[in-house]
């Protein structure tokens, strides 16, 4: 069993930064890929980011791809979103989510999932 807490979500204008962090309980968060999602009002649940289990490597969406970068510590069980550059289209939910080992960019295939954190970039 895996909880995952994320944080670091809040207001910003465009062009600003924010980072985001997801603190998971349990002693094998270091098994797990680790994903960000997010889900703007009226879209469809979207890929934004994942990191395999130890962080050797990492994958982005196209639409965030050299603003956004995902990082983990395993030994604090923490995975962070830095987000620069931000738009008012990157305004959404942001949950991460955890998978067993191997990553994927299909938000059903993620078995364990934060309550979320609002992202909101003012033009």
């Known amino acids: 069993q895996v909880q995952l807490v994320e944080s670091g979500g809040g207001l910003v204008q465009a062009g600003g930064s924010l980072r985001l962090s997801c603190a998971a309980s349990?002693?094998?968060?270091?098994?797990?890929?680790m994903a960000w999602f997010r889900q703007a009002p009226g879209k469809e649940r979207e890929f934004v980011s994942a990191?395999?289990?130890?962080?050797?490597?990492?994958y982005y969406a196209d639409s965030v791809k050299g603003r956004f970068t995902i990082s983990r510590d395993n030994a604090k069980a923490t995975v962070y979103l830095q987000m620069n550059s931000l738009k008012p289209e990157d305004t959404a939910v942001y949950s991460c989510?955890?998978?067993?080992?191997?990553?994927?960019?299909?938000?059903?295939?993620?078995?364990?999932w934060g309550q979320g954190t609002q992202v909101t970039v003012s033009s």
């Open positions: 989510a955890a998978r067993w080992r191997t990553y994927s960019t299909n938000w059903y295939q993620y078995t364990y």
């Open positions: 990191i395999i289990w130890n962080g050797a490597y990492t």
């Open positions: 349990g002693r094998t968060f270091s098994s797990y890929a």
